[in-house]
């Protein structure tokens, strides 16, 4: 059986032998149509619309020095931040734009060496970096503008914006109100800078609001480090509450309650962070933090546009990240 072949690409030659003209005068259509006279942007509109012709994009960004692609650096592909970079192709997609994701390797040096290149040959309009680059990589990919923000290491893992762990002041204030005095921290994994903000706002906020902590327990971010904490508790004094690292962590917490006999919220609150979905569905639902991913992709993109035309920045310089949100797992301690 013979093997399909697919069409030719209808070329700028086809449009020129159809409409009887040279493929320099079909060229000015595309590039400056008010320098022709009507009767030839008639004829080649005409052998466009029969042909189903459309310019190819790489030949027409050479002709304008236009692409409109827009470049966003991350590391090497292997935990892609998905939320925010939705967030940023969202923005960049509202704008005209197509956004291209390139992931490099190496330290900041090498990095900044390979962005240069792109930036020379892959013709983006413009380059965002969510991770660091070095020191003169503005004059490194010059003319093509360029924006770093800080908000992800190079592991893409979470800093600036991202690290905000004033939740968990708000965690235990409330609860405090609520009756609760023994407090128990599980953490994710303290490579994460998330992860210490939080270790360490939960240890500030214990001391100011002159509360007990029975302990900071080295989790990883899994279901089972919270279980297991949970099965280590001296039960002879528990805490009342236990801020979790996470949604994950959290739900460990829960299942280690249960198979202890305790009843969530009534033995034991529990607080999670990061609003999965399933967080909202569980019974009792869990108290957790909302992390607004795709506003730390939407705000990077928009400067970026705005050192691409110039404008005076309407970005706000910062806005909440993280908001509680208060659900069935925590409540008042028995007779509060």
Known sequence: MPRATTPRRVTIYDVAERAQLSHQTVSRYFRAPEGLRPATRERVSAAVTELGYSPNPLARSLRTGRSKRLMVVVPELTSSPARVLAGASDAARGAGFTLDVVGLTGDADERTDRLAELARTGRPEAILSLIPLAADAQEACAPVPLVVVGELDDAMRGIGELSDASPVLEFLRELSTLGHRRFLHIT??????????????????????????????????????????????????????????????????????????????????????????????????????????????????????????????????????NTVIWRGSTGPVAGH
């Open 188 to 321: 994710g994994d303290l490579d994460f800078a998330s992860a210490r903000a939080r270790r360490d706002a939960y240890l500030t906020g214990i001391e100011s609001q002159g509360l007990e902590d029975l302990g900071v327990v080295d989790g990883d971010w899994s279901a089972a480090s919270g279980y297991e904490a949970i099965a280590a508790i001296d039960a002879a004094r528990p805490p009342t509450a236990v801020i979790a690292a996470n949604d994950v962590v959290a739900g460990g917490v829960v299942q280690g309650a249960r198979e202890r006999g305790w009843t969530i919220p009534e033995d034991l609150s529990v607080t999670g962070w990061d609003n999965l979905p399933l967080s909202g569905l569980l019974s009792p639902t869990l108290t957790t933090v909302e992390v607004d991913h795709e506003g730390v992709g939407v705000r990077a993109m928009q400067r970026l546009l705005e050192r691409l035309s110039g404008a005076a920045s309407a970005v706000p310089a910062s806005e909440p990240v």
